[in-house]
């Protein structure tokens, strides 16, 4: 169990509406990222943080924007909603050591009607 | 354009037996490869992982095979049991790239006992 919780666990909203997701861990750990999961596509990359008020784009990043200002806390901001953005949302933290192994959370279901 | 590809969708095995998953990649830079395991409405848990300087890891019941010439692995379970029935992920990253992972599609694994 690598302390990573996200809230809301399940959210319906509207489109044009925004939306923000939370992710938090108990560990420190530097690296933490979002991650959304969609039929056919495994789970792709939107953005990811390498410490605080540090963060990059991923490989899907259009319509969402993320914030870090502390440590443990990495949000993510849909800043209006659009049903193409209905998914599975995952956070997940990099495990110490020198592997590339990730953690992830127990997920965000997001439906935009 | 998908750098990742698990091309069976599917999988369906006699507890007991060995099951296959396989996955290929196009990206030469990536280094190191991961598999993933998913329940329904749970996070991905970490299985197993590769470096690119090894051919093989065992950990267990599950193996995992590199073939870097073919830009191909395989993640061997054996023996196969029904609690193993799950949505499978293989996973890449490339050194440096602050760490980001690049997912399969992923193959679901049916254990019949």
């Known amino acids: 169990d690598a302390g990573i919780t996200q809230s809301p666990r399940h959210k319906v909203t509207e489109t044009g509406t925004p939306v923000t997701l939370r992710c938090h861990q108990t560990?420190?750990?530097?690296?933490m990222y979002w991650y959304r999961q969609d039929p056919g596509h495994g789970l792709r990359l939107i953005h990811y943080?390498?410490?605080?008020?540090?963060?990059d784009k991923g490989e899907v990043s259009d319509g969402y924007s993320v914030s870090r200002s502390k440590t443990e806390d990495f949000l993510l901001t849909l800043e209006s909603a659009t049903s193409s953005q209905t998914s599975v949302y995952f956070c997940?933290?990099?495990?110490?050591?020198?592997?590339?192994?990730?953690?992830f959370g127990p997920g965000t279901r997001l439906t935009v009607l | 354009d998908q750098q990742v590809k698990q091309n069976s969708p599917s999988l369906s095995v006699q507890e007991g037996r060995i099951s296959i998953l396989n996955c290929d990649y196009t990206n030469s830079m990536f280094d190191y490869f991961l598999w993933y395991k998913k329940y329904p409405a749970e996070g991905p848990t970490f299985l197993i992982s590769i470096s690119s300087i090894k051919d093989k890891n065992e950990d267990g019941r599950f193996t995992v095979f590199l073939n870097k010439s073919a830009k191909h692995l395989s993640l061997h379970i054996v023996p196969s049991q029904p609690g193993d029935s799950a949505v499978y992920f293989c996973?890449?990253?490339?050194?440096?790239?602050?760490?980001?992972?690049?997912f399969g599609g992923g193959t679901r694994v049916l254990v019949k006992p």
């Open positions: 560990e420190n750990h530097r690296y």
């Open positions: 943080s390498y410490g605080v008020k540090d963060t």
């Open positions: 997940a933290i990099l495990g110490g050591g020198a592997s590339n192994e990730q953690f």
């Open positions: 996973a890449a990253s490339a050194y440096g790239a602050g760490n980001k992972l690049t």
